[in-house]
């Protein structure tokens, strides 16, 4: 029995649930004065500096300009994008990272990667100030605060690169006080969020060890799009993902506070300083707007960088060497471009 037909008796609830917190909703008028094309995008976690671009676009009319009618909805601890997509309760929703897609593939859900907003996977290591580690290469062999998730993720990539091995698995329920009691301890988070909250909470700066900075290939932020929409409706998409891309160019390098007072129209939990520090670490580590994105623009995305992900998943077992990975996403919508490279970011309006 697949994935999906064990989520069946559950699903609906789940799906009830969502559709119904987020109450009615009045359809937008584009300026055109044209009937506008309703799209439902589902986030992956509640709203933050890491959805501004599009909740930018969103607050700027960059949707409704093109004819689309927006509603964001965000996500959150009980719901899970691919079941919603699969569902039909939203139309479009954002992949944390890689596997989400390849796992949509594997599981025979027709739903594809559009673009990919991070170029970078925001995921990082952190420890205290200390003398003996000073690269990721020098946790080999050190217990590690991981994520039930993480360890068919990003840890078989460490064990395959670093040399890392499962008896270094410690694990991580994301409360912080064991990392900040323990000056030996090392564990996994996101560059945007645990950095910033042990600083607050402990009084010191960790050292932060991205990923993507060490060779970790996978892509996050994705837009995912189900196939029936880039088969019959291709130009809606193209819309979207176009908006997105202006979106987050204003976000990022523009006046940022109209989608930062949708993000805490939506989360009151979100801070200026929160989302201000989110903004510059996006910025400062690239993870926005570097490899393929300053030559291709943003949401760049290229078959010789999916098959090093998927090779590199194939050889540590996560997936099957005949899985029709290129199923998983599509590059008919991005590396035009736009003229949206990373020296002509500072330019962007």
Known sequence: MSVWARYACGVLC?????VAACGPEQPNVPPQGKP???IVFVTDWKAQAEHGGF????????????????VIRQGGPAVNVPQILAGGAADFGMGSNGFIPLNLVREGVKVRAVMAVFQKDPQVLITHPRDDVKSIADMKGKPILIGDASTVTFWPWLKAKFGFADT??????FNLAPFLVD???????YLSSEPYSIEKEGGFAPQVYLLADNGYPGYANMVLVPDEWIEQRPQVVQDFVDATIEGWMHYLYGDASAGNAMIKQDNPEMTDDLIAQAI???KSYGVVLSGDA???????????????????????????????YRDAYTLQFVNKGHGLSAGAATAAP
């Open 294 to 324: 300053e030559s291709n623009g943003l949401g760049a995305m290229t078959d010789a960088r999916w098959k090093v992900f998927f090779d590199m998943m194939v050889e540590e077992g996560l997936y099957a060497d005949n899985l029709p």
């Open 168 to 173: 270094q698995i410690r694990k991580y329920t």
């Open 36 to 38: 506008a094309t309703r």
């Open 280 to 282: 510059a670490k996006m």
């Open 55 to 70: 909740y930018q676009a969103l607050a700027e009319g960059l949707y409704a300009k093109r004819g689309l009618d927006v």
């Open 14 to 18: 789940v799906l009830t649930a969502f």
């Open 183 to 189: 000056k030996n301890a090392i564990q996994e988070g």
